[in-house]
């Protein structure tokens, strides 16, 4: 499950909103440091010419992922364990809903962490891709398994027109 979201603009890595840390979160202690290190990830991004549109960036039993939307970072923090659609599906559905309400907003921003009432629709969010066996993200996940079955099958497949051919 994401253990904690960073949104932040792209130009100048200015955070937008977080979500808070709750207390009893088994790693409560590390993520602190954690939180440190996706913000010095954050700074890279906007420093970078032409980043990644979506990644996942290993750091040993975590991983953060982040997208880029429209010159906005939203980058979660995940167990290794976590399956990576349901993260990037996490942060799809809190990019479209940022966009929706703050989106006119986010070039004139001036203070850190502006929109931080967006951190009640991230706690919510979380709340629906904490359990990865709940019927909702079962779906999404076999949806990806029928995809990359689908993907694979057709690159196995040449058009008649090339099985016909001669070679001369």
Do not use: W
């Not at 890279?44 to 429209?70: A, N, R, W």
Request: glycine share 2%; charged share 30%; aromatic share 14%.
């Amino acid at each position: 499950m994401p253990k904690f979201t960073l949104i932040s603009r792209q130009s100048d890595a200015l955070p937008l909103a977080e979500s808070m840390i709750e207390e009893n979160e088994p790693y409560g202690d590390e993520l602190g440091d954690y939180k440190k290190q996706a913000k010095t990830i954050v700074r890279q991004l906007s420093k970078s010419v032409s980043p990644e549109s979506m990644m996942t960036i290993d750091c040993g039993y975590f991983v953060y992922h982040y997208i880029l939307v429209d010159g906005v970072i939203y980058l979660t923090f995940t167990e290794k364990a976590y399956p990576r659609r349901l993260a990037f599906d996490f942060l799809d559905e809190i990019s479209k809903e940022f966009r929706t309400i703050y989106g006119s907003q986010v070039a004139t921003a001036t203070r850190p962490y502006e929109f931080i009432r967006f951190d009640s629709f991230l706690q919510k969010t979380k709340k629906l891709y904490e359990n990865t066996r709940t019927q909702r993200n079962i779906t999404k996940l076999q949806q990806e398994l029928k995809d990359e079955k689908n993907s694979r099958i057709s690159h196995f497949f040449l058009p008649d027109s090339y099985l016909n051919r001669k070679d001369t």
